[in-house]
């Protein structure tokens, strides 16, 4: 399996608050969904008012259509978003589960959850 990430850095010229942020950010957000099958996420520069850094992913078998689809999102949103891309990265990945990720996953006392709960185990609970 290969998985395609994007991030991308967008600069908020004139937004003084949060909340004009999460204004811009979330309608770009929404677009992205109704047009792209991608995984969104706000992924930096979360308490800056004027920065927002965003991150895509994707998946599937075939490197060409996953670099099709991310230079896509990155041209909508060049094209689209109430800010100026300011930095991007794109990379496109082969996943091995006997690499890293699969040896973690199988062991999810080794996971970092960033304070959240642990995740339930099935059946107990």
């Known amino acids: 399996m290969l998985v395609g990430v994007l ?3 967008l600069e908020l010229a004139g937004n003084h608050s949060l909340k004009a942020k999460r204004k811009v950010i ?9 047009r792209f099958n991608v995984a969104t996420a706000e992924v930096g520069a979360q308490d800056r008012h004027d920065l ?6 994707v998946c599937g078998s075939e490197a060409k259509i996953l670099n099709s689809v991310l230079d896509h999102l990155r041209n909508f949103i060049e094209d689209n978003a109430e800010a100026e891309v300011v930095d991007i990265m794109m990379d496109c990945q082969v996943w091995d589960e006997s690499e890293t990720w699969g040896e973690r996953l199988d062991d999810p006392a080794s996971l970092d959850h960033g304070g959240l709960n642990e995740p339930e185990t099935p059946g107990k609970g």
């Open 52 to 57: 927002a850094v965003l991150g895509f992913t």
């Open 26 to 34: 979330s309608s770009l957000m929404g677009r992205v969904k109704a």
């Open 7 to 9: 991030e991308l850095t």
